[in-house]
């Protein structure tokens, strides 16, 4: 799985749907659901919440990045690419 994280170890949070790894004092949070566009679901918002609760206990981490495997993502309404 090719992430912005590199070779840093991946860390599992919402079954899966929500990565995290750290690195160089770099929060690196993938987004794991591409089926579903990556849609948050409730379980991927409390994941959210603990990695970065976990970034914010970690003195390392200075900078978070967001990414999103095969880059889709799916907004409530749609997106400036559905409204025509």
């Known amino acids: 799985m090719d992430t912005l994280a590199g070779t840093a170890p991946l860390r599992e949070y919402a079954d899966g749907k929500m990565l995290a790894a750290k690195d160089g004092g770099i929060g690196f949070i993938t987004f794991n659901q591409p089926e579903k566009r990556n849609a948050m679901s409730v379980e991927m918002w409390q994941g959210l919440a603990e990695i970065l609760d976990d970034f914010r206990d970690d003195p390392a981490v200075r900078v978070a990045f967001e990414e999103m495997l095969n880059e889709v993502f799916?907004?409530?309404?749609?997106?400036?690419a559905t409204r025509r």
């Open 74 to 80: 799916g907004a409530p309404g749609g997106g400036p």
